[in-house]
């Protein structure tokens, strides 16, 4: 069986498409145009232009599932804004908790009784009992890495190969040829000095780097889903992580941003993992800014001001004008209260498993020896026979031409799957009637290839 297809006519398929999908949008177009003018690369968020290969969609509104661009296409949504909508587009409570809020005040720099119900329902959900809130889970991180070293003394923070944890300097660090090298341009000359990065799933890498014991603090999304696609832990991986970890005094953290679709309380609570502090951000609040982690006493201690100190001691470096503002809090609250319940987690397992068989049986049909991701409301593809381990693996089966190929031609049948390498992931809003439009779009395009 093969896993490659033939690379003309992926360019053939290609180029037809992307000319059907300006075709068909002038209004974006003509706000392309505009932007061009106010904004660098004529958007809001320049980066964007890095990810899209066709032009960018200008959106007029969105309910549910669907989105809705300005030249009157509808989508059903399977990227949800990088999971950062996966309770769907206005979710009717939290459109009222959020509306209600900001007539009453969408900041006051003073806490709220929401921020007791929403740091208590994450302790239910993720088992560690102590949370602070900020925007987003780029900032999340951020600070958790800055209390690591004031817990522990220790400079360094390491990550696994093929790692995403958001865009500030610690983090923008990669491997290349077995070096350390920034990843993107304008970060400091010596923004590799502290960090460390080994491959996913090598416990004996692992064991070597924090053997000195100059690692403040490891932190992973408990299974990659970034750059490379989804790389799964092997069997053993988290509990040997664990048990070096703390071994060796390093501290632990999960970065749940994106694993919190797989249920309340994500792969922490679904794997009943042990970390030191957990972050999350993008759908805990329904899309409205939020980020937050979660951390034990242990940790938290470098945080508590005891009563009457009023020495001038340095605070460990964490804060925001905006961080825990009432508006967020009243989100999160209306969204993990009523949105993201144990019955929306359970539908979009469900439908993301249709959609894993669906594409399993495309796939084999067609016969393709690609694997299917199942990773509960989520699925995908690599372009292998079995599913990578190390990012590694998974650099030298990305297709990416073929990647871009299924995004236009999918956007062109009426389905957002913006970002293909993340995977296709239902959302709680999600219905049958979405899968169906993603499967024969895709049989379509996997017929038309082979
Ligand atoms: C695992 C993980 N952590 C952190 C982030 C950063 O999130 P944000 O851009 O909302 O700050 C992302 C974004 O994709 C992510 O996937």
Redesign the pocket.
């Known amino acids: 069986m093969a896993t490659r297809v033939d690379p003309a006519r992926v360019a053939a398929l290609k180029e037809r498409e992307d000319a059907a999908f300006v075709a068909a949008r002038p209004r974006s177009a003509a706000l392309w145009a505009a932007g061009r003018g106010v904004m660098p690369n004529g958007v809001p968020m320049s980066w964007l232009r890095t990810s899209y290969d066709h032009p960018p969609l200008f959106i007029e509104s969105a309910a549910g599932s669907r989105l809705r661009d300005v030249d009157g296409h509808e989508y059903a949504d399977f990227n949800i804004a990088?999971m950062?909508m996966f309770t769907g587009y206005g979710p009717a409570p939290v459109v009222e908790a959020v509306s209600r809020q900001v007539a009453l005040g969408s900041q006051y720099l003073l806490p709220t009784d929401d921020s007791i119900w929403v740091a208590g329902e994450l302790a239910r959900r993720y088992g560690l009992p102590l949370w602070q809130f900020t925007l987003?889970?780029?900032?999340a991180?951020t600070e958790v890495i800055r209390i690591a070293r004031s817990a522990t003394g220790r400079e360094k923070v390491l990550f696994f190969d093929g790692k995403?944890?958001?865009?500030f300097d610690d983090v923008l660090v990669q491997l290349e040829d077995g070096r350390l090298v920034p990843e993107e341009d304008g970060l400091p000359r010596d923004v590799t000095a502290r960090t460390v990065i080994v491959p996913f799933n090598d416990l004996d890498a692992l064991e070597r780097a924090l053997a000195s014991h100059e690692v403040a603090l490891v932190i992973t999304?408990p299974a990659l889903?970034?750059n490379v696609g989804l790389l799964m832990p092997d069997d053993r991986f988290h509990a040997g992580l664990r048990e070096v970890t703390r071994r060796t005094g390093t501290l632990l953290a999960y970065?749940e941003?994106?694993t919190q679709v797989v249920g309340p309380g994500g792969l922490t609570s679904r794997w009943g993992l042990d970390p030191d502090l957990v972050?999350v951000?993008?759908s805990i609040a329904a899309g409205i800014p939020l980020?937050a982690y979660g951390m034990t006493p242990d940790v938290a201690a470098v945080l508590e001001r005891p009563a009457g100190r009023d020495d001038d001691k340095p605070q460990v470096a964490v804060g925001g004008t905006l961080f825990g503002n009432p508006l967020s809090m009243a989100a999160a609250r209306a969204a993990m209260g009523e949105v993201l319940t144990d019955e929306a987690y359970a539908h979009t397992r469900r439908l993301g498993t249709r959609l894993a068989d669906g594409l399993e049986e495309v796939v084999a049909a067609a016969g393709l020896a690609w694997t299917t991701h199942r990773f509960w409301p989520r699925s995908g593809l690599s372009f292998s026979p079995a599913l990578p381990r190390t990012a590694t693996e998974a650099m030298a089966t990305l297709d990416v031409p073929l990647r871009r190929l299924v995004r236009v031609y999918l956007a062109n049948r009426g389905v957002w799957d913006a970002i293909v390498g993340a995977g296709p992931t239902c959302s709680v809003a999600a219905t049958d009637e979405d899968v169906d439009r993603y499967l024969a779009a895709f049989g379509d395009l996997v017929g038309e290839l082979v």
């Open positions: 990088d950062s987003a889970a780029t900032s991180n995403y944890h958001g865009h999304e889903t970034n970065d941003t994106h972050t951000g993008k980020g």
